[in-house]
């Protein structure tokens, strides 16, 4: 039988995608499941893309579209750029793929090559560190300990830059903890990519707009413009507009850096979908309140989580700044055995059996790259939440 290429025996399968689809299974079979596993909004997608989407349809703009991204869209992208972040991009600095994930993977496939290092701070999103290693990259994971709010520290990041490092990934807030950098805490790792000229910063922020209790977001570029011409910031429509499925993020960078993104999104797509791209100029463009009803609507969630979680014995959970996640500790809880006879080795054991014993789908720390944690995704409705933390409640009062 002709064989697989080897390149994929070191990509991993998404254990987000894995639980989803675990759960599905009881689901299937009458159970009732709820999933606390998949990072998308339950919100609907706003009115104006979902007009604006039809009308361009209804207009026949269902070519293939320009491999950059379709002028309209791109100055919308730049006035975002200006508006939220303060930064300065020509629409030429802008290129948009199907999705933040296409655009990483392309700006990792076009500047690594084998051998080459990325940095990035752990824990980190699944995909990172599996498309660094899909380009023949190494993957270098820098702790962010929970005692440091789940932070990038200066010297960690210091040590852990050689002459193979190509990039430093950042992701604040972060998936999977929540966690947020201020600008006093951007300043310092701004600080030390000053002393690293060769090295790209590649700033993922798909979260900006859900931010907590007056927090403020900023992004690496803004708050040191002496990087600008080596960073690449990536943001979409997914998160913030609960757009998961019309598959659109873009990017702002230096203009030789997005000429060659822009290349191997020639190979690897023939552009981004039109109706999308008129989607997300209207919402960008569009009214921005929403972005504040429904980031309030997330802290209501969030405080309530974090409280229902931190009367549970043998769980810590770290309250974030941003996103729509919490990371708690399952330390106390390792060694442990359910009252189904299922030993807890580890937190893949422990959300597993959360998931069997009790239907609640959440992903192991491991994923991440930090145990004996657990992401719990809370972009789900308050009465599915306070079923789950019953059920989360039960299950760990049960583990002798």
Known sequence: MPAIADRLKNVSVSASATMSQRARDLAANGIKVISLSSGEPDFPTPANAVEAAHAAALAGDTKYPPLDGTPPLRQAIARKFKRDNNLDYDPSEIVVAGGGKQIIFNAVLATCNPGDEVVIPSPSWISYADIVKFAGAVPVPVDCPQQNGFKLRAEDLEAAITPRTKWLFLNFPNNPTGAACSRAEMKEIAEVMLRHPDVWIMTDDMYEHLIYDDFEFCTIAEVEPRLKDRVL?????????????????????????????????????????????????????????????????????RDFVVERLGAIEGIRCHKP????????????????????????????????????EHH??????????????????????????SEACDRIADFCAGLK
């Open 321 to 356: 700044e941003g996103a729509f996640y919490v990371f708690p500790n399952i330390a106390e809880l390792i060694g442990r055995t359910s009252k189904k006879g299922r030993r807890i080795e580890n937190d893949t054991d422990f959300v597993l059996a959360l998931l069997d």
């Open 360 to 385: 609640v789908t959440t992903v192991q720390g491991a994923a991440y790259g930090m145990s004996p944690f657990f992401r719990i995704s809370y972009a789900t409705s308050m009465e599915q939440l």
């Open 233 to 301: 910031t990536v943001n979409g429509a997914s998160k913030a507009y609960a757009m998961t499925g019309w598959r659109l993020g873009f990017c702002g960078g230096p203009k030789d850096l997005i000429e060659a993104i822009s290349n191997v999104n020639g190979q690897n797509s023939g552009g981004t979908s039109t109706i999308t791209q008129a989607a997300v100029a209207a919402v960008l463009d569009g009214p921005q309140h929403i972005l504040r009803e429904r980031a309030a609507i997330y802290r209501k969630r």
